[in-house]
């Protein structure tokens, strides 16, 4: 099913999205065989009810949602949408009631939600698909809802193709592909110019493997605000000589679920035209085993000359990341966003449906507080806790990778990383799972992207667009 609204004409079937309590007032302005077809199926607005009602030729004549009550509405996002994939093939179009009298639905969220219903993941298997079309509700945004809907898209596709079709390299064609399509421009370091460049830890997590690792950086517009944004592009993740349990590999394909969301971001911002300077940053690299591998007990000097004791070769997100903070900030950017499936922690704290951020920018959290709501995408903020600068400081270097104890792991992970920007007046990190874990409305079981719509939205306020 194609990511769009369906614009070609003819007739199309009304949909109506009917909760329990409008039930009764449905069924009364509806002629007789409407009311006893429905009723023969048992439809009772339930949400996940979905059926499609004959006329008196058999033909299609309208399609009936279920839209819950409030109570059960507040257990999920895009519920009503779900009927995308369970009302039969044809072309729908909400019915002229919902434009009528207080609006019970919210346009954006259905429209949005139908859209991303149709993303299936079609590289290595056709997957089941439906030929159900929308047309546009009335009143939306269309080209920012496709753009939306195609910008998270691409995250889905970059998270779920595996590693071994998305390692550093591959990574760099993505990237440079969609610098490409929208006037952007991509560079690249690879390899052992990581280290003449200055670049040493995203070089010391990635040199094990045969596949270079790489900082990948694009620039585009030309005026307005500077945003950065940085993505962990850690292709597979191992976790080094400090190996990762059976029960915690299985899913590190997905650990450059940060730099798929920076860029399904980028290409949403490029697409709608935001008016600001847009920089990209992905440290590239897949963190494996090997002769060449960094050790524990390691120290390595960053790019901003801090030392930092390797005490767990697993927590090599923060490593790369801080050499491509570094960088950012060097040229003090308005804005700088750091997202990366950085933690276990994090996943443990809030599970996979939120999203945890930190800031210390008050106007920032509150923009993303708000818009996160109305976007339905969920954002929590987390604290850059103070008192637990210390947890990161050992013995004999500036800063330890993995402090012992593990308390607070993704607020440890996010004072690590907030060292590295100093020169920035807004900073916030997301510590994103990147990962639905069962089939949810609008989000088939695969990567997923999290905090991005919830950024889109809320950049217009706190960036003065
Ligand atoms: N990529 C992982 C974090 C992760 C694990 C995210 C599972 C989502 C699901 C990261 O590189 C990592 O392994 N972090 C360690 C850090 C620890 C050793 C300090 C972690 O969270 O266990
Ligand atoms: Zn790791
Ligand atoms: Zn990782």
């Not at 409008?22 to 002629?31: I, M």
């Not at 079609?122 to 496709?146: F, H, M, N, S, W």
């Not at 370091?189 to 997590?205: C, K, S, T, W």
């Not at 996010?414 to 510590?431: C, G, I, M």
Request: proline share 8%; hydrophobic share 45%; glycine share 10%.
């Amino acid at each position: 099913m194609p990511m769009s609204f369906a614009t070609k004409p003819g007739p199309s079937i009304p949909l109506f999205l009917i909760s329990p309590e409008d039930l009764h007032g449905f069924l009364t302005a509806r002629p007789k065989a409407v009311r006893a077809w429905l009723s023969q199926l048992g439809f009772t607005g339930k949400l996940a009810e979905a059926h499609l009602v004959p006329g008196p030729d058999g033909k299609a004549l309208l399609a009936v949602v279920g839209a819950g009550d409030a109570k059960a509405r507040i257990r999920g996002r895009f519920q009503m949408a779900a009927a995308a994939r369970r009302l039969p093939d044809g072309l729908y179009e909400l019915a002229e009631e919902h434009y009528r009298g207080p609006a019970a639905v919210d346009l954006d969220e259905f429209a949005l939600g139908w859209l991303l219903a149709g993303y299936s993941f079609d590289r290595y298997a056709t997957q089941a698909k439906t030929q159900t079309r929308l047309r546009a509700p009335k009143g939306i945004d269309v080209p920012r809802i496709e753009a939306i809907a195609a910008g998270e898209a691409l995250t889905r596709d970059l998270i779920n193709t595996p590693a071994s079709d998305m390692g550093p390299e591959e990574l760099e064609v993505a990237f440079f592909a969609l610098a490409k399509a929208y006037g952007a421009i991509p560079t690249a370091i690879r390899g052992e110019d990581l280290l003449a460049q200055n670049l040493p830890m995203i070089h010391a997590v990635g040199r094990a493997s045969h596949r270079a690792p790489r900082l990948l950086d694009m620039r585009w517009g030309s005026s307005g605000p500077r945003l950065t944004l940085v993505g962990k592009g850690v292709c597979f993740d191992t976790g080094g000589l400090n190996l990762k349990p059976e029960s915690s590999i299985g899913l590190m394909k997905k650990d450059m679920g940060g730099a798929a969301t920076v860029l399904g971001l980028a290409q949403m911002i490029m697409v709608l035209k935001l008016p600001l300077r847009l920089r990209v940053l992905v440290p590239a690299v897949e963190n494996v085993l090997g002769g060449s591998a960094y050790r524990p007990q390691d120290i390595l000097t960053s790019r901003k000359g801090l030392t930092v004791e390797i005490n767990n070769t697993d927590a090599e997100g923060r490593l790369v990341l801080a050499d491509a903070l570094t960088l950012a900030d060097e040229e003090a950017p308005d804005m700088l966003i750091s997202m990366a499936t950085l933690t276990g922690a994090a996943r443990v704290a809030v599970g996979p449906d939120l999203a945890p951020f930190f800031t210390d920018d008050e106007d920032l959290a509150a923009a993303l507080n708000s818009h996160a709501r109305a976007v339905s995408d969920p954002v929590w903020r987390l604290p850059f806790w103070d008192p637990y600068e210390a947890m990161i400081e050992p013995g004999i270097a500036d800063l330890d990778n993995a402090p012992k104890g593990g308390f607070a792991g993704a607020i440890t992970a996010a004072l690590f990383l907030r060292r590295f920007v100093e020169n920035t007046p807004s900073y916030a990190h997301f510590d994103i799972y990147g990962w639905q874990p069962s089939p949810a409305p609008a989000r088939p079981k695969g990567g997923v992207g999290q905090g991005n719509r919830a950024l889109l939205a809320a950049l217009p306020d706190v960036l003065d667009l």
